[in-house]
């Protein structure tokens, strides 16, 4: 697990920013079309992250591109009563959507973790020290990043918080519940990953989207 979460820290400090423009949105799209490489459990080797050397080159299907804008256009309005400000609201869907991709998670359950979560507030820092809008520990800081990440930075928050979703999926062998309760610390428990399936089902359906998230028990 060391070594996952080596490599994990590895590419955590590589990753590019994306811009808030459409043009420079769908071209981080590009520049972040990277295949997700996740072992199951150790002792083989994991990693939550490919290197740089991905084919950047490769243009984007545009249907890919057309999927991208729908599934924003379909969070908006219920992203809308936690954010307000529209261009912030847009920005936060598209850095939830790439970082949702790179981790190759469903970017609706990313959502509906950040709402469980922090209720979407950048600043939240709860009783236990646990820090933004995915309520990452400072500990991690340690395993995965650099000692300046400030992790109120919400695009920082968020790299950190589905490098680490990811990877508990994949030490649970794509299983929601126990991985959530991994995340929230409360494995055995299912409180919490109800509470987010919760969230997910009512407030974040894609909009290819139909009937029900299947939960492993």
Known sequence: MKRA??????????????????????????????????QALPPTPASLRTTLDASLATPRDPTEIWAARQWQSAMAPSLARFVKDEALRGELLQRVYLEARLANLPPELVLAVIQVESAFRADAVSSAGAVGLMQIMPFWIRELGLPADDLKDPWRNLRYGTTILAHYLAVERGDFTRALARYNGSLGQTWYPERVMRAWQRHWRGPAENGRVTVQR
Do not use: E, H, Q, Y
């Not at 811009?19 to 520049?31: G, M, Q, R, T």
């Open 5 to 38: 979460i080596a490599l994990a820290a590895l590419c955590l400090a590589a990753a590019s920013t994306a811009a808030a423009s459409d043009d420079s949105f769908l071209a981080a799209l590009d520049a972040d079309r990277r295949p997700l490489v996740v």
